[in-house]
């Protein structure tokens, strides 16, 4: 896939996109893309989406603050997978949010050789939101451009999106997350000093600061994860979001992952970790008695899941 981020890069006349953030490229962008790839093999044409470095809000909210399924570099390397042949990057600015409907279709016509647009039935874009699907169509028509509606995706009768996938690992439902992501969500974080307390509980763990602020953390609680180290080797672990209760560690949330059968030095060390599933709830127990014999019942868990 070749990412294009500036203008008349492709030749005219000669793309079928798509539009959209693409966060996560969960299943319904996935579904949505192979439709865009049929239709560019039948017409003999290129395929592509297009869509934005930052989210949109962002630009127009310097307040808002993100929860990302996906960094833009896990974007681009989850689109490049699917098939496509360009995904066309653009930085969304105030100027572009006040372009209009008509004005952006004839921009990607004009300047990113786009032939056929498909569009979602609900998706609107433009400063005028209350235009939609058959304007669209009107637009490109005009610039001999065709403009189709897309077909979304359902999971238990609603339409799979980013929001509900965000939605789902704000409740920690990472199992359910997965299904519509088509894989575990994951994140990276650097490997940060912690307060050693599970060393003496024979539970050591990683701490981690997340590389990408913008991420969203799953709700609190403990995890069966999967966690790649610097050297690309996954191992099974268990891993927990919270204030930790029971040690007293006040509003601090912490995420610390315990990695089974492993005792390397990892301070400093970026790796990765993916959501498996949901094992319980943080909750206060009596002691480090107690919570040296959770831990072992969380591993033994984990381990029936992972293995």
Do not use: W
């Not at 990765?272 to 919570?291: I, P």
Request: one cysteine or more.
């Amino acid at each position: 896939m070749q990412i294009i981020e500036r203008i008349d890069r492709i030749p005219a006349g000669s793309l079928v996109a798509g539009i959209g953030f693409f966060d996560g490229v969960h299943a319904g962008h996935r579904k949505l893309i192979g439709e865009i790839v049929g239709m560019a093999r039948t017409r003999n044409l290129s395929s592509g989406v297009i869509t934005f470095r930052r989210h949109p809000r962002q630009v127009l909210h310097t307040d808002y603050c993100p929860h990302l399924i996906t960094s833009f570099e896990e974007r681009m390397q989850c689109l490049s997978a699917t098939g496509l042949d360009y995904c066309v990057v653009l930085d969304f600015t105030p100027e572009l949010s006040r372009m209009s409907a008509e004005a952006f279709i004839s921009l990607l016509s004009r300047h990113y050789g786009v032939s056929c647009l498909f569009i979602g039935y609900d998706h609107r874009f433009g400063h005028n939101r209350a235009e939609g699907f058959d304007d669209y169509v009107r637009y490109g028509r005009e610039l001999g451009l065709d403009v189709v509606p897309a077909e979304g995706l359902l999971s238990d009768g609603k339409p799979v999106s980013s929001s509900v996938v965000r939605a789902l690992l704000q409740q920690g439902k990472v199992g359910k997350a997965a299904t519509l992501l088509t894989v575990p969500y994951r994140f990276e974080g650097i490997v940060v000093e912690g307060h050693r307390l599970g060393c003496r509980l024979g539970f050591p763990t990683a701490n981690l600061r997340l590389t990408d602020p913008d991420k969203i953390v799953p709700a609190n609680g403990v995890y069966a994860v999967r966690v790649e180290l610097p050297d690309g080797i996954c191992r099974n672990g268990m891993l927990n979001i919270g204030v930790r209760p029971t040690v007293k560690n006040g509003r601090n949330r912490s995420i610390e992952v315990h990695i089974f059968d492993y005792s390397g030095d990892l301070y400093g060390c970026r790796i990765s970790v993916s959501f498996v599933s949901f094992l319980r709830e943080e909750r206060q127990l009596s002691g480090v008695e107690e919570l040296t014999l959770q831990l072992q019942k969380d591993k033994e868990h984990a381990l029936s899941i992972l293995l």
